[in-house]
């Protein structure tokens, strides 16, 4: 315990990266004599580790009261109502973008259902909770980054946790269970992973911007997904391209950002989000 409160994000990256990559190695190990719902399942187990240990972990090291602010933050929806229009509409622009920019570039053609828009309400409720977002928030944004965000501006702490958290995909990438991403090219996962940095510093920039709201980050890391499952399910391997322009405007749109709020706090209006320094009292943890 004293070595988990001396190192709290050490010891969170450490935990997630081995709890997940444990369930989700028989994706890998065992390939095609796995069901679809038995790969669906450990899928789901391990896209919701890095949200469960930082329940944990801040638990552990901070105590009660730090877990119901850090829960809390999921509740945390009084914010300028155009905050919500980024988080929904903001993808719906970069999608609309993708079909402007398939169309020109001669790509597959995208059309539109009724069909599609059914399949994408499901695909985003299911996206937000058993799925990733919410799963992977509380812990990616919620735990890490104000750690990270400490002793470092916005956009440094970011692009530190970027790579580490792309990394962590890696054996879904490689089982064929990353978001919908058509195929397993070492261009695909290399494009997913330069779109990891640019969500990172979006993401820290929505977190920052909105005062630590979990709730934002979870409804943006589900919309931000849902073009891409989308994509997928419309041309299956022919895709790939549109994905690519997607992660594409992805990065244009950081640049933006960072020209935009500024690389220290990420945020025109808020002060980063650090972590508070509170531990818990020794009643508080027998309790």
Do not use: C
């Not at 995208?110 to 985003?124: E, K, M, N």
């Not at 943006?220 to 041309?235: E, F, G, K, R």
């Amino acid at each position: 315990m004293s070595a988990v409160r001396r190192h709290p994000l050490i010891t969170f990256f450490v935990l997630t990266y081995a709890l997940s990559w444990i369930l989700e190695s028989p994706l890998i190990l065992l390939g095609d004599t796995l069901t679809d719902t038995q790969g669906l399942v450990l899928v789901i187990l391990a896209s919701n580790v890095p949200s469960l240990l930082a329940i944990v972990l801040t638990a552990i090291v901070l105590g009660r009261g730090a877990l119901r602010k850090l829960l809390g933050r999921l509740l945390h929806g009084r914010v300028n109502p155009l905050w919500y229009l980024v988080v929904v509409l903001g993808p719906v622009a970069l999608a609309g973008g993708v079909v402007t920019l398939n169309t020109f570039v001669g790509g597959s053609a995208l059309s539109f259902d009724v069909s599609l828009l059914i399949t994408a309400v499901i695909t985003l409720g299911f996206s937000i909770f058993p799925g990733s977002a919410l799963g992977e928030e509380i812990g990616w944004r919620g735990y890490a980054l104000p750690r990270l965000q400490t002793r470092r501006s916005a956009l440094s702490a970011s692009l530190i946790l970027a790579p580490i958290w792309a990394l962590w995909h890696l054996p879904l990438f490689l089982a064929g269970w990353l978001h919908g991403v058509p195929g397993r090219t070492p261009t695909l996962y290399a494009a997913f992973v330069v779109s990891g940095f640019a969500l990172s510093v979006i993401l820290a920039w929505v977190y920052n911007s909105t005062g630590g709201s979990l709730l934002l980050v979870v409804l943006l890391h589900a919309t931000v997904n849902l073009p891409i499952s989308l994509s997928t399910d419309l041309l299956g391997s022919r895709a790939t391209l549109p994905i690519l322009l997607y992660f594409g405007l992805l990065v244009v749109v950081a640049i933006v950002v960072v020209i935009w709020a500024g690389p220290e706090h990420l945020s025109r209006k808020h002060q980063k989000q650090e972590e508070e320094p509170l531990m818990a009292t020794q009643s508080e943890r027998v309790r």
